[in-house]
């Protein structure tokens, strides 16, 4: 039986400081105190989100880490229905499943589509298997922390443990006595795409490629290869590759005795290449033994595969990367300190914090190398070069959230996207390891530009920005940023016969777009740009139908699509005017113009009484991007903002959990749990590339955010409130002990306060 969870208290031990990391990144950890810290680390439990679909996984990984090491149990029978092949599964790990078949070196965490998964290691005991479905085993004993997994493997009686860094997975293995073999599979992977080579270089070496890539499927032209070295703590008695050819048929298979049989190469020392291949290491203990294992990689080469594992892991032990890991995930939770409130609380709370700490994560190598945008040509960068960029999800609060706590690396973050426009001509729509995979909708790399830059985070080249986002904004032809642009511009909208899905919600898009483009255009006093952006982004309107009081799709010649239900395209069904929704899930989301949609509607009151009817009818969707701030928009009612509160509390309460299921679904690279952060600190980045949060009550007594003085005042923030008392609803609240009006405050308010009190009732 799987121990689900179990807390340990850790004493920190000092700085291990890790060797040659890039100047940027040492910068950015110089905005975290040295200084003796709390552990926060102990209210981290990284098996929130690994059921219901929320697609994270357990394995240890440093703070936006390219390497992973993931339990991997989604291949075989025995694991269905969860099983990689037998449905649309985008995570190397579920937590219901019993049968695991190694585990994976790079992995996506809370995203929904399936990639990567792959560079697979597997000791195991006895004679030398090499197919996973026969190798496979179940697994008991589970526990994972920050920066720490461990299992038993049943049919082995081996204990696996696991830490990382940034570059480098590292894996101990304690053998019992006897003949035991270490595998490394590269056929086995939750990628689609197939290609490998495998070289075995010593005793204690192994070098290799792996393709990946056509992420949610798309693009099967742009595979990419990540590289990998395995360094093993002990030299192997014997070692060899297999390799499992296809299976013909005819005449042709009369001749090759090997036909569809696994090959074993003993001795092997140059390289093979397949797509079924692996390499394996074998042993003969005559006592209980422990081997390490370190697997560095790279998205450029081998060669800097190998600096990556040499620098970051050097002559450390295990036990010493460890702690150097953990102390580096503690100084980064520690930015937010939170008291009071229950452990479950917490635990909802710096798990979230966690997890919106993993993507965007790194793509250069120690060195500064990474591959440049398609062509994938070696490029250096002095900083960090971020990936991972699922902009339609992030660009509505996990950006705000770095801006806020993280503030040098969310500058970081828009270099990297600066450097994708310098390299490939646009800015990114869900970037991946040098790749556009150009998965969902809309515009939304520059609507994080603004708000970046809105917040006062101004070490960009923002012309450069402006630039870029008004080219995506403006190109009419080739434009992969805008598809149906032409329509848009000519009409306001793009309409059924533009595109077959999400007429209304593309449209809605490109308006949160065009609206960031105003606003940046107007602090550059752009004043002529701002009021043509500004018209620009409230062309939903047109889109507007008063018999539903909903928006609705249009037809080329203007008229409505008919016959039409807008409750038509829930649960992701596909339908012509929405993206993964429909009318009612949709047409809320234009914050930027939420007083335009309240007159639309007939008046407050009217748009209270619709917007609460999202929720009796059951249409609010807390899974989904769309209708996330639609619980913060009663703020925009004079007397209804209780909603809000309440509304926010009953949300965390019922889809955040200390659980495998503890997510709504898809993490989605962290906005549900950024979703979760903001909402448990009281408040919310509702209308993004506007520089306001809305408030609700808080979960906790006393919140205190340590503000990075190179971008904000360098001052300690303290939230507090009565929420312990069991109450709920704000009475009152005061910023720096004056009575403050409303339920929103700007960015500049709050970052320049000392203190924002909570009088709950």
């Known amino acids: 039986m799987k121990v689900k969870y179990t807390y340990f208290f850790l004493i920190i031990a000092a700085v291990v400081s890790l060797a040659s990391c890039g100047e940027k990144e040492k910068k950015e950890k110089q905005e975290l105190p040295d200084v003796s810290l709390p552990d926060f680390t102990q209210y981290v439990n990284p098996f929130i989100g690994t059921s219901n ?13 390219m390497a992973n090491v993931s339990p991997f149990n989604v291949a075989g029978e025995e694991n269905m229905p969860l099983e990689k092949d037998s449905r649309w599964l985008s995570t190397p790990y579920v937590h219901e499943n ?14 929904g589509c399936p990639e990567l998964g792959v560079i697979l290691a597997m000791p195991t005991t006895g004679a030398l298997e090499t197919d996973h479905l026969k190798y496979g085993t179940t697994y008991s004993d589970e526990i994972s922390k920050v920066g720490y997994y461990a299992t038993h493997l049943g049919k082995y009686n081996v204990k696996v443990e696991a830490t990382a860094t940034t570059r480098v997975g590292i894996s101990k293995y304690s053998f019992p006595s006897g003949e035991s073999n270490i595998l490394i599979n590269m056929g086995l992977g939750l990628t689609n795409e197939q290609g490998a080579s495998i070289k075995v270089v010593s005793p204690t070496e192994i070098e290799g490629v792996r393709s990946v890539g056509s992420f949610c499927y798309y693009k099967p032209e742009e595979a990419y290869p990540v590289y990998f070295v395995a360094k093993f703590s002990k030299p192997a008695k014997e070692f060899g590759i297999w390799k499992t050819p296809n299976t013909h048929k005819g005449p042709e298979a009369v001749w090759m005795g090997y036909n569809g049989k696994t090959r074993l190469m003993k001795g092997y020392t140059k390289e093979v290449v397949g797509d079924s291949i692996g390499a394996y290491m074998r042993y003969s203990f005559e006592a209980p033994t422990e081997v390490t294992l370190k697997i560095g990689v790279s998205y450029v080469s081998i060669a800097n595969a190998r600096e990556n594992l040499e620098k970051e892991t050097a002559q450390r032990t295990f036990e010493e990367i460890l702690k150097a890991n953990i102390e580096d995930w503690n100084r980064y939770l520690s930015k937010i300190e939170v008291e009071g409130g229950s452990e479950e609380d917490k635990t909802i709370f710096y798990t979230g914090l966690y997890h919106t700490l993993i993507h965007p994560n790194t793509l250069n190598d120690v060195n500064g ?3 440049k ?12 070069r971020y990936t991972g960029f699922s902009l339609w999800d992030t660009y509505r609060n996990l950006h705000q959230l770095m801006s806020l706590v993280y503030p040098k690396q969310q500058s970081n973050m828009v270099n990297s996207m600066l450097r994708i426009y310098d ?6 729509k869900w970037e991946l390891n040098a790749t556009e995979t150009t998965t969902m909708v809309g515009d939304p790399a520059g609507i994080i530009l603004a708000d970046t830059y809105l917040k006062g985070i101004q070490d960009f080249d923002v012309e450069k920005a402006y630039e870029a986002m008004t080219k995506s904004a403006e190109k009419q032809v080739n434009n992969p940023l ?12 793009i309409t059924t016969k533009t595109t077959k899905s999400g007429s209304v919600s593309t449209t809605q898009e490109y308006n949160i777009s065009d609206f960031a483009i105003a606003q940046l255009a107007k602090a550059l006093e752009k004043q002529e740009d701002h009021k043509i952006y500004t018209q620009r982004s409230l062309s939903y309107r047109k889109l507007f139908d008063t018999e539903f009081n909903l928006l609705r799709p249009k037809n080329d010649d203007g008229s409505w699509l008919t016959p039409y239900n807008p409750e038509s395209g829930a649960n992701f069904v596909k339908n012509l005017g929405f993206i993964e929704g429909n009318a009612w899930q949709y047409t809320f989301m234009v914050t930027h113009d939420t007083e335009g949609l309240i007159e639309l509607m007939g008046g407050h009151d009217a748009y209270a009484a619709k917007l609460q009817d999202v929720f009796d009818r059951k249409q609010f969707d807390m899974a989904n991007e769309p209708d996330i701030a639609y619980p913060y928009l009663f703020n925009y009612v004079d007397g209804e903002e209780y909603r809000t509160q309440e509304l926010v509390s009953y949300l965390l309460d019922t889809h955040f959990k200390n659980a495998p299921d503890g997510l709504p679904g898809n993490d989605d690279t962290g906005t549900m749990s950024a979703w979760a952060v903001f909402s448990m600190m009281g408040i919310y980045p ?19 955010l340590h503000l990075d003085s190179d971008y904000y005042n360098g001052n300690t923030l303290e939230i507090s409130s009565n929420a312990s008392e069991g109450h709920k609803i704000i009475e009152e609240i005061l910023i720096d002990g004056k009575q403050h009006q409303g339920y ?11 203190s924002l009190q909570f009088k709950l009732k």
Do not use: C, Q
Not at 373 to 384: C, H, I, S, V
Not at 744 to 754: C, G, K, T, V, W
């Open 482 to 493: 805008r598809p149906g642009i032409k329509d848009y511009l000519e009409k306001g909208y």
């Open 744 to 754: 929103f405050i700007s960015h500049n308010d709050l970052i320049n306060a000392r």
């Open 423 to 428: 390299e490939s001509g646009w800015l990114p």
């Open 686 to 704: 509702v209308s993004p590339a506007n520089p306001i949060y809305a408030i609700t009550s808080p979960r906790f007594d006393k919140i205190t």
């Open 53 to 65: 679909f929320g697609t994270t996984n357990p394995g240890p990984i440093a703070v936006r880490g």
């Open 373 to 384: 945008m398609k062509t994938r040509e070696t490029l250096k960068t002095e900083g960090t």
């Open 98 to 111: 019993t049968f695991l078949t190694g585990f994976s070196h790079v992995n996506l965490s809370g995203v």
């Open 369 to 371: 190398a990474y591959p």
